[in-house]
């Protein structure tokens, strides 16, 4: 379990794993969702798990270091939308793009990009739009 190497390859495996099963039954739409839970579940437990800790621990540098997951994950969900033929689908998943756009803005407010000088105020707003995203994602 303290391998990383080990924990990236399960984790690899199972995404993999994923797709295809999905793929195979024709729902390749729920992957996008597959993912933004899976990262918002990973910035949520990185959340719980820096409460109380220093600034010099680094996990809050981890949080910083979300603005560009943020970014690519806005990304995808552009190019999935722009291909999506299924309106209900396509409707749903635009749905959570601008939520993301949303927490890519806050993101944003946060002026310096160097994640060894971390603003805790700026990283403050952030962490409370990242676990308001998240209850919405939990309560649907």
């Known amino acids: 379990i303290d391998d990383s190497d080990s924990i990236n ?5 199972a995404y993999w794993r994923t797709c295809n099963y999905l793929e195979k039954n024709n729902k390749t739409y729920v992957l996008p969702l597959i993912i933004l839970g899976s990262w918002i579940e990973s910035v949520h437990v990185l959340i719980k798990t820096s409460l109380g800790t ?4 680094g996990l809050f540098k981890e949080i910083h270091s979300q603005k560009e997951v943020i970014s690519n ?3 995808y969900f ?8 299924n309106p209900q689908y396509k409707i749903s998943l635009t749905n959570w793009q601008v939520k993301l756009q949303k927490m890519q ?3 944003s407010l946060i002026k310096n990009d160097d994640v060894n000088k971390v603003d805790m105020e700026e990283l403050k707003n952030v962490i409370i739009s990242l676990e308001q995203l998240r209850s919405e994602i939990v309560l649907n």
Do not use: F, G, M, Q
């Open 54 to 57: 220093k600034i010099e621990d």
């Open 9 to 13: 390859k399960l984790a690899r495996e």
């Open 105 to 107: 803005s806050t993101y």
């Open 78 to 85: 552009n190019d999935v939308i722009s291909k999506e033929d």
């Open 73 to 75: 994950l806005t990304a």
